[in-house]
C-alpha cells in the first residue's frame, strides 16, 4: 500500500484560498494509486452512474471537442471517448500525479489519440474562446475557492450554445438522510478509507469538502452570474449528487 502518511487537514473553513489549494495538490498528489478504486468502493459505483448519466446529456454539434476540467485519472474523458466515437477531448488538471495516471489509463485504453491531458489551471485555461462543444468538471468544483472564476473561464472557451456542465456531490439539507449521510462522511468513510489508503486524513477533507459545498440553488446562481443561460439541476441518488448543465448564448 506504501507509506501511510500521518497528517491532519485544516477545514476548508480555516484556511485562505491559497492555502486551501496547497492542501488540495497535496492530498491529491499522495491518492492516485488507489483514487479510482476508492472512489468505486466508497461511493458504492454510484460514480460510474453519475458520469454515464451526465455523458448521456452531452450534445456535440460544432467542434466535437469535450473539454474535461480537473480530469483527475481521466474517468470522464474515457467515458466520452467511448460514447461519442467522434469526439476529441482534453483533460487538464494541476497535479502531475493526477495526470500521470490519467495518460497510462488512456494509453492502455487505445484512446491516446482522442484524449490529451494537460497540466494547467481551471482559472486560466490555455485554450481560445469557443473552441469546445461541451466543459465539464466532474467532483472537482468543491476543490476550487474561486468557483465563479473556473465557471467563467469554461464558459469563455465552449461555442455559443455549448454546454457548460457540473458533476459535484452535495450534502442533503433536510430530510431523514441528513443524519445518516453526516455520519457516512464524518465516521464510516474515513474508517474505509484508513484500511486502504496511505493517506486517509485525506478522506476527512473529503467529507469536509462536500458539506461546506454551496446548495444546488446557490451553484445554480453562480452559473447563472458567470453568464451561462437554460440552467439545469439534475439531483441523483437521493441528492447526495447533482449534475448541473448550463448553456452559452448565442452570440446576439
Known sequence: MGKYIKKKYHRVTEVTDSERIEMVKQIFATVPAKYDFLNHFLSLRRDIAWR???????????TYRMLD????????AIGVARKYSRTRITGIDFVREMIDLGQIKTG????????QILRGDALYLPFSDSCFDVAAIAFGIRNIPNKIGAIKEMTRVVV???QVMILEMTFPRNGPFQKLYHVYLNRILPRLARVFSSNPEAYYYLGDSIMNFPTPDILAGLMEKAGLKKVEQ??????????????KP???
Open 69 to 76: 476540467v480537473a480530469t483527475g485519472t481521466a474517468d470522464l
Open 160 to 162: 455559443p450554445g455549448g
Open 234 to 247: 439534475y439531483s441523483l441518488t437521493l441528492g447526495i449528487t447533482h449534475l448541473h448543465i448550463g448553456v
Open 108 to 115: 492502455m485504453k487505445h484512446l491516446s489519440d482522442r484524449i
Open 52 to 62: 454515464g448519466f451526465s455523458i448521456k446529456k452531452m450534445r456535440f454539434f460544432n
Open 250 to 252: 448565442e452570440v446576439q
